[in-house]
């Protein structure tokens, strides 16, 4: 337990604070990718993305041959699939478009990916405060920056690498 201003905060508040505050900055980035369908992003991937989730949702369970790349060819070796099988179940479950849901289920991992960074550090290190800051840095500065063809393109030191991947490459 820990003190503050002459009270003690419990273990399990302190961390559900953290990833209370680790969801909501990394939301905040985010956002609007729960609720649209496409972006302005030419230059990305997210409509092969969205291709493959439209095949799972019309030919489920057949999944043995994508005809769609190369002249064909097995749909294990189309992509890695887990996205795309997240995307089909989402859409499928809650009726929306394949592209609505490759948007939300990437927005979703993209905010929840910090908190098990947290959780994962702090289980190993047993240093709360320590795997928060680790996983608050991951959130909000970007290493890669450091390179200056990668800084150039990113515009800045604290923009988020992974959300320009994420959103304006479409590298769900």
Not at 29 to 36: I, S
Not at 96 to 115: D, I, L, M, Q
Request: hydrophobic share 55%; proline share 5%.
């Amino acid at each position: 337990m820990r003190r503050l201003a002459g009270f003690t905060i419990p273990l399990r508040i302190r961390a559900g604070l953290y990833v209370a505050a680790l969801l909501a900055i990394n939301a905040f980035f985010v956002k609007k990718l729960f609720f649209v369908e496409f972006t302005a992003n030419m230059q990305t991937n997210a409509g092969s993305f969205m291709a493959i989730t439209r095949f799972i949702l019309r030919y489920w369970p057949h999944l043995d041959w994508f005809p769609w790349w190369f002249n064909g060819q097995p749909f294990e070796n189309s992509y890695t699939p887990m996205l795309h099988l997240s995307d089909a179940a989402f859409a499928w479950i809650t009726g929306s478009s394949p592209a609505h849901a490759y948007n939300f289920v990437t927005a979703f991992f993209y905010v929840t990916g910090p908190v098990f960074l947290f959780l994962f550090a702090w289980r190993i290190s047993r240093f709360l405060e320590t795997s928060f800051i680790a996983a608050l840095l991951f959130s909000l500065f970007s290493p890669a920056a450091l390179f200056s063809s990668i800084g150039a393109d990113l515009g800045g030191l604290w923009n988020p690498w992974r959300l320009r991947v994420l959103v304006y490459w479409g590298e769900g």
